[in-house]
């Protein structure tokens, strides 16, 4: 072999991230098979007056990052919530979140984001976004490292959870966590508050996903406390890199941005809500 092609090889390696995942291989239905439908790398759930429906992986990941691309229920979404998430099992899990808050036509679908940390969750914030989410698929993901917990929407930080154990606050670092992805009905709370009640006779309705990238620390098949220790060797892997241990300067900036224009909701200012503000709040 040439050093010319050894160095192409090399270089190919670095450069293939080699992410993304096929859904029958990954994913599996938990709830409702008989309403998704996989073609290809497309997977589409519907909702109607009978079930909403969910797939999960068959894998656990401890740290690394995760993304799907989404198209949300075009037209009438009143009442539905789409929900892409990671969750570990058990009362004490931890539990990252997105979800998709639908609404009548026309007016705007939130994304509410939170985090459970040991069973705990509480920590909503919700924002608008800057693109109508029915047209096109847009790249929703998580980045989950030592340091902190990243949701983007289309590479763009719109929430940042940092680890601040050593202000006494817990952080999710020992629990590997499944992905997740369903559609449900939600019209008790999800559209302004509860008022708008999900129009059923606009039902079927119809989210689909596509393009999952998975580049994280797999706990599958291995002595959980073995793979939990490899998994929590720092920078050994991508996202423990010390580059990554705060946002660049570039995506700081957007994220201030999203966070003046697009955020609607926080917990943190929520003083009506908590007697205590939680400790994550107040540093
Ligand atoms: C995914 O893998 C399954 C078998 O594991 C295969 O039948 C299917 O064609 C693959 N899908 C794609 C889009 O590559
Ligand atoms: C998680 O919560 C339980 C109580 O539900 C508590 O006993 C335990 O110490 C907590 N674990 C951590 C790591 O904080
Ligand atoms: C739905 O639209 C109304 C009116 O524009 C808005 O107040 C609300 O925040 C939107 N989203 C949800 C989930 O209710
Ligand atoms: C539900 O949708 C139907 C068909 O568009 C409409 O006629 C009806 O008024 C809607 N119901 C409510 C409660 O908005």
Redo the contacts with the bound molecule.
Sequence with gaps: MSSFVIVFLILSMLLNTGVGVNFTDVFESSWAPDHIAVVGDQVTLSLDSASGCGFESKFKYLFGKASAQIKLVKGDSAGTVIAFYMSSEG??HDELDFEFLGNVSGEPYLVQTNVY????GDREQRHGLWFDPTVDFHTYSFFWNHHSIIFSVDDIPIRVFKNKEKKGV?YPK?QGMGIYGSLWNADDWATQGGRVKTNWSHSPFVTTFRSFEIDACDLSGEDTIAAGAKCGKLAQFLWDKPAKKRLEKSKKRQFKMVQNKYLVYDYCKDTARFTQMPKECLY
Aim: aromatic residues 0%.
């Design positions: 009362a004490n940390v040991n069973g705990t817990p020992n």
